[in-house]
């Protein structure tokens, strides 16, 4: 199956700075999903971007699926963007999930 | 904005004993998931299922496991006989009409085997 990697795994930084999350995937893909796990363990859906650009407020994500990678940005972080970000191709049968990239946010 | 929702939030059960998590997904979708975290680990994919049988499943959906659409509304996922590595939370998803599509998720079932 599609083998996924997110880099950095751990990621602390002061708020209000910004950041870039990288998701490399094996193979080629047809849907892309980024996720959110609050501390809670709810999975917020961020993005659905099995190619290109796309921005929603302070984040927006990037995938080139020719060269299998897919890139989150954070701008003026927030303490409540604390928590664990996933990459999630189709690669068939369901999503598969990278093992996340942990982010805290300072105050 | 609809959602899928789950029941319960939480659920406590011996060994070996069954176990039914509920999901109601976004009522006009066709596609719909399990997924189960095991605790400080990534999300794993179940099953998918469709037009009332299984699509898809991973080897970790093996006989134990078992979902059904008993109703218009409802997608169950059963455990028959739980093991303490069933322990984890277990997700719902759906899609409009194809496993291609954006996934929707539950907020998640904590189920804890003791």
């Known amino acids: 199956g599609i083998q996924v990697e997110q880099s950095p795994p751990d990621l602390i930084l002061q708020e209000g700075a910004n950041s870039t999350l990288r998701c490399n995937f094996s193979d080629s893909v047809n849907n892309l999903q980024w996720f959110h796990q609050n501390p809670w363990g709810q999975l917020i859906n961020l993005f659905y971007?099995?190619?290109g650009t796309k921005q929603n407020g302070r984040l927006s994500a990037t995938t080139v699926a020719t060269e299998r990678y897919s890139l989150l940005y954070i701008s003026s972080s927030q303490t409540t963007d604390s928590g664990v970000y996933f990459c999630a191709p189709y690669g068939g049968g369901g999503l598969t999930f990278g093992k996340g990239t942990h982010l805290i946010i300072q105050p | 904005e609809p959602e899928v929702t789950q029941t319960p939030s939480h659920q406590v059960t011996q060994m070996g004993q069954e176990v039914i998590l509920r999901c109601v997904p976004i009522?006009?979708?066709?596609?719909f998931y399990w997924y189960r975290q095991i605790l400080g680990q990534k999300v794993e994919f179940l099953v998918s299922?469709?037009?009332?049988?299984?699509?898809?499943k991973s080897e970790i959906f093996d006989d134990q496991f078992s979902v059904e659409r008993p109703d218009g509304s409802n997608f169950t996922l059963k455990i028959r006989s739980t093991k303490l590595e069933d322990s984890a939370m277990y997700f719902c998803a759906s899609s409009l009409w194809d496993r291609q599509e954006t996934q929707y998720f539950g907020p998640g079932t904590r189920l804890l085997v003791l």
């Open positions: 009522s006009n979708h066709l596609y």
């Open positions: 971007i099995p190619s």
């Open positions: 299922f469709y037009n009332n049988e299984i699509s898809e």
